[in-house]
């Protein structure tokens, strides 16, 4: 079965920062996942993530696929996802996409169940179309299954800015914009498509400091996760001078030796007891679940069942 995904894959949009309406173009919701490249034959599925690595046995639940398409043998592309409060929670995602032992991956397709968002169809009984332009292999994607079970169609959008305001009013990632005629790119970026992210916020628990001779210069931030303070980065933008000031003053004051985080954390950590709260906007989880461009927006009341992932 990973012969037959062996020589695919995934096409990566690239980063832009803001969206144009264009008629060549239409646009998508990015769900926030993990992306996965499926490969149904005679029965059986294989799954591989946009790096290659396989991931079948981490979702057992899309074993379903190939009752649930009128096809006998497919290449799908899309993104798995966790939904928490009817949004995709990337940290729930990762869960399922690190499990290993059998015991493990079972309890968790029952506690954390996976959606299949699916935007893409690049093989269709044994005809592969990546240079089908993208409205061509979209039509046929609709034709061999309707959404069902944990099975869903990515549905286009023709006025891209619209979309990106209800994304970012509902808290979600971004959109993805792609050209109509559009071939299929593997395992390159190309200007073809585009993602637009949102920003996001996340309350987070102070843990630490860093230095640059006797002055604070970053926090390190910390969330709980099954009543463990995990370390997800350190910020050091977001503040004024006056901020730092303060920090430098106070911060050295409450300092601890033993670290409050669980995990590994930068060597020139300064540790506190976690009772400091930030608000923080980011730009999105990294796989090691860490913070991506972390801005410290406020200084916040919150304790630990609000910093929680």
């Not at 803001?18 to 990015?30: L, S």
């Not at 699916?118 to 979209?138: G, H, I, Y």
């Not at 009013?169 to 050209?179: D, Q, S």
């Not at 004051?253 to 007891?273: C, D, M, N, Y």
């Amino acid at each position: 079965m990973t012969d037959e995904l062996g020589n695919i894959r995934a096409m990566e949009p690239i980063r832009q920062t803001a969206v144009t309406d264009r008629d060549d173009f239409v646009y998508q919701v990015k769900w926030d996942g993990v992306r996965i490249m499926a490969g149904i034959t005679n029965g059986r599925v294989c799954l591989l993530n946009k790096k290659g690595r396989e991931r079948t046995l981490q979702y057992p639940e899309l074993q379903k696929l190939p009752g649930l398409l009128q096809a006998d043998r497919a290449i799908l592309d899309g993104e798995i996802v966790v939904m928490k409060n009817d949004r995709p929670h990337f940290p729930a995602v990762m869960q399922r996409d690190r499990a290993q032992l059998p015991n493990t991956i079972k309890l968790l397709a029952q506690t954390l169940p996976i959606e299949y968002m699916v935007f893409d169809l690049l093989s269709l009984n044994n005809q592969d179309l990546r240079k089908l332009p993208l409205l061509e292999r979209v039509a046929k994607l609709e034709k061999v299954f309707a959404d069902q079970a944990q099975l869903h169609h990515v549905p286009f959008f023709l006025q891209g800015s619209s979309l990106l305001a209800a994304v970012q009013e509902a808290g979600m990632e971004g959109i993805v914009a792609k050209r109509k005629n559009s071939a299929y790119h593997p395992a390159r970026q190309h200007n073809d498509w585009f993602k637009i992210k949102c920003s996001q916020s996340q309350k987070c628990m102070v843990g630490g400091y860093t230095l640059h001779g006797q002055k604070v210069n970053s926090l390190l931030l910390g969330v709980y996760r099954d009543d463990q303070l995990c370390y997800i980065g350190k910020a050091a933008n977001g503040l004024r001078e006056e901020h730092w000031q303060t920090l430098s003053r106070e911060l050295p004051a409450l300092e601890t030796k033993r670290s409050p985080f669980a995990g590994p954390v930068p060597k020139e950590a300064h540790f506190i007891e976690p009772r400091l709260a930030v608000l923080v906007e980011f730009l999105e989880w990294t796989e090691a679940m860490q913070l991506r461009f972390p801005v410290i927006q406020a200084f916040i009341t919150a304790n630990a069942a609000d910093c929680r992932i």
